[in-house]
């Protein structure tokens, strides 16, 4: 068996894990959580992944290096705007790895992309940073509900290698040289997500949802190109793939955030509530910044961003989306 870390103990990082021993890999998950890591050496991640047995092939630590100790690849899976902060703590335990990161999210202040956190504070070469993104609910995969998914990196061979190390008979992954438009669809569909969730909300129908989902995809791919995606990476999986998911289902906590916004609640409560990460709530700022500042158009990204940083109201959010200048639907 060959040796893969990941660096991160929440539920993709456990189900991730999953695929990946499911695939015969021998899996370290590190946890800056001592709890986390007692939990799952003793075979289920109560917390994050209730309920789902562990393969005995996953063990855990609280020391970063002794997870990636003998590993050919490192897997990131922590929240989007804790990546530069643990890349310094973790110092060099990279060197030399393939690193492959789980992570939808843009960092606030700098407006990067994850992968270009990794190879800026991380010393990573870009050819050696891979990023996995698709409609992957953890919890649907755990139950090795079949799903695929998009392995994307600069050097088709190492994208080779890792796809080959992440397939199983559920888990079936395509390769892209496309890492900007992976990074860029996982982010943003987590953005539309709670634009979605807040019409649900509000008590609006799938008309309303199916329109947000479309529109949102308009304003992913124009961010995308302008940023040097490849357009038609947001036809596939990593594009309207984890949209679709992202968008419909009452797993992902974009989606839910966004319904119990619509019904009324405090961001601050919904927080204190839900204790997981929900990306979108902290990068619909960055990537507004990041349209702005490549003069996109991000409509459904700037009514969320007021809504949840500048204390607008989810009816006003609807009422001024459908309240602009009319315009042709391709421009
Ligand atoms: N859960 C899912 O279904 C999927 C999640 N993702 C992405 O994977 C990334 C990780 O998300 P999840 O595992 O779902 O989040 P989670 O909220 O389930 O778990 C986050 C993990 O990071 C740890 N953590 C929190 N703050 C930290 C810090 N400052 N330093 C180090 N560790 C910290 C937590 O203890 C926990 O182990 C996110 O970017 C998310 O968008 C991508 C695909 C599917
Ligand atoms: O990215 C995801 C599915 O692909 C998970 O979405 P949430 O982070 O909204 O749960």
């Excluded at 799938?206 to 302008?226: P, W």
């Amino acid at each position: 068996m060959s040796k893969i870390a990941v660096l991160g103990g929440g539920s993709w990082g456990t189900g991730f894990a999953t695929v990946l021993a499911d695939a015969g890999n021998d899996v370290v998950i590190w946890s800056h959580r001592q709890e986390q890591v007692d939990q799952i050496n003793a075979g289920c991640n109560e917390r994050y992944l209730p309920g789902h047995q562990l393969p005995d092939a996953i063990s855990a630590t609280a020391d970063p290096r002794e997870a990636v100790d003998g590993a050919w690849a490192t897997v990131l899976a922590i929240p989007s705007q804790s990546l530069r902060d643990n890349l310094s703590r973790w110092g060099d335990v990279l060197d030399g790895q393939v690193v492959v990161s789980l992570m939808k999210g843009v960092e606030l202040g700098t407006t990067k992309r994850m992968s270009e956190v990794i190879s800026e504070a991380g010393g990573v070469p870009t050819d050696r940073i891979v990023v996995v993104s698709g409609p992957n609910l953890a919890r649907e995969i755990v139950q090795r509900q079949p799903a695929a998914t998009v392995v994307a990196c600069a050097d088709a061979a190492v994208a080779d290698r890792f796809a080959a190390a992440c397939a199983t008979r559920y888990f079936r992954p395509y390769t892209s040289p496309d890492i900007v438009g992976a990074e860029v669809g996982g982010a943003v569909k987590n953005v539309i997500a709670l634009a979605v969730g807040m019409a649900e909300g509000l008590g609006m129908g799938d008309n309303t949802k199916s329109s947000i989902i479309t529109r949102g995809l308009a304003e992913i791919t124009r961010l995308g190109v302008a940023l040097g995606a490849d357009a038609r990476t947001f036809a596939g999986l990593a594009g309207v793939g984890d949209l679709i998911a992202t968008c419909m289902s009452p797993l992902s906590r974009n989606h839910s955030f966004g319904v119990r916004l619509g019904q009324g609640m405090s961001v601050e409560d919904i927080q204190a509530e839900q204790q997981q990460t929900a990306e979108g709530v902290k990068s619909c700022a960055s990537i507004l910044a990041l349209a702005q500042h490549h003069d996109v158009e991000v409509p459904i990204t700037e009514q969320v961003n007021a809504c949840v940083h500048e204390g607008k109201s989810p009816e006003e959010v609807v009422h001024d989306l459908l309240a602009r200048a009319r315009k042709p639907e391709t421009d």
